[in-house]
């Protein structure tokens, strides 16, 4: 559900139809230690490096009619600077807040407080993982959580944020 802040923000953003007509701007957020992806446990992330990622979500955005900013920090404090100055600058967030799903309250409040639709992604399915990895703060602030569908996982989410932007300026 989107909050009447960010619906009103996404539909001076958008116009109508499936496609968001005037490019809405999604930040997609990376946190630590996903830069090393592909360089290490394919088994587990897959093949693809963040950089084919960024590439892949690029092409995906421009069908869809949507700008994308990625980003990638392993820093938590980086990353709340980049949730704070999304809100009412970007129309939505695609997070995969790494290690610090697990941990972050920081991460988690920050998200809350951008009212923007969030997509939480994680390349792995975090549930049939270790105990630890099964409970993700930051989903408390996420519209929705797509895992286990490694790199494919950051295109489903910008799927949906784009028709949910669509959806919204048609409300
Ligand atoms: O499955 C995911 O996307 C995770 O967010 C990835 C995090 C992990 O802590 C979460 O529980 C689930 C870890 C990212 C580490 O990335 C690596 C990349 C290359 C080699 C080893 C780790």
């Keep these: 559900m989107l909050t009447a802040?960010?619906?009103g923000r996404a539909r001076s953003a958008t116009k109508g139809g499936a496609r968001v007509?005037?490019?809405?701007?999604?930040?997609?957020?990376?946190?630590?230690?996903?830069?090393?992806?592909?360089?290490?446990?394919?088994?587990?992330?897959?093949?693809?490096?963040?950089?084919?990622?960024?590439?892949?979500?690029?092409?995906?955005a421009k069908d869809l009619g949507l700008?994308?900013?990625?980003?990638?920090?392993?820093?938590?404090?980086?990353?709340?600077?980049?949730?704070?100055?999304a809100r009412g600058t970007m129309q939505g967030v695609i997070i995969n807040p790494g290690a610090y799903s697990h941990t972050s309250v920081a991460i988690l409040d920050a998200l809350l407080i951008?009212?923007?639709?969030?997509?939480?992604?994680?390349?792995?399915?975090?549930?049939?993982?270790?105990?630890?990895?099964h409970h993700s703060y930051v989903s408390k602030a996420a519209q929705g959580v797509i895992c286990g569908f490694g790199a494919r996982g950051y295109i489903m989410a910008l799927e949906a944020l784009a028709s949910q932007l669509a959806e919204s300026q048609e409300a």
């Design 21 to 60: 007509a005037k490019a809405a701007k999604v930040l997609i957020l990376n946190g630590p230690n996903l830069n090393m992806l592909g360089m290490r446990q394919p088994e587990i992330y897959g093949a693809a490096t963040l950089a084919d990622i960024k590439a892949a979500c690029e092409s995906r």
């Design 67 to 85: 700008a994308v900013e990625c980003r990638q920090s392993n820093s938590e404090g980086e990353l709340v600077g980049w949730i704070q100055a």
């Design 114 to 133: 951008a009212e923007l639709p969030i997509v939480e992604v994680h390349l792995s399915n975090i549930h049939q993982r270790e105990e630890f990895r």
């Design 5 to 7: 802040a960010a619906r």
